[in-house]
């Protein structure tokens, strides 16, 4: 499970956030705004964000499965075992 951070909320949206690797307080942030028909992902350096990208709800599907292929890539063993049980 990714690091989770407790940042202010954004009014009503929903999302997450998960700490960068790094550290030095970088964080993404997903927030859904249905309201308005996007997911946005905001990076954060402490308190402060540091820019924001807007993805499409309709594009949502797309970016999941390419963050899915590439974890797959990486633990193609993982796949395979889970297959032998």
Request: aromatic residues 8%.
């Amino acid at each position: 499970m990714a690091d989770v951070a407790s940042l202010p909320s954004p009014g009503t949206a929903r999302g997450e956030v998960f700490l960068d690797t790094r550290g030095s307080g970088r964080a993404l942030r997903l927030s859904w705004h249905h309201e308005v028909g996007v997911v946005v992902l905001s990076l954060w350096r402490g308190n402060g964000c540091a820019g924001t990208f807007r993805l499409a709800e309709h594009e949502v599907p797309a970016f999941v499965e390419a963050l899915v292929e590439g974890l797959s890539d990486a633990y193609p063993a993982a796949g395979h075992a889970a297959d032998a049980s």
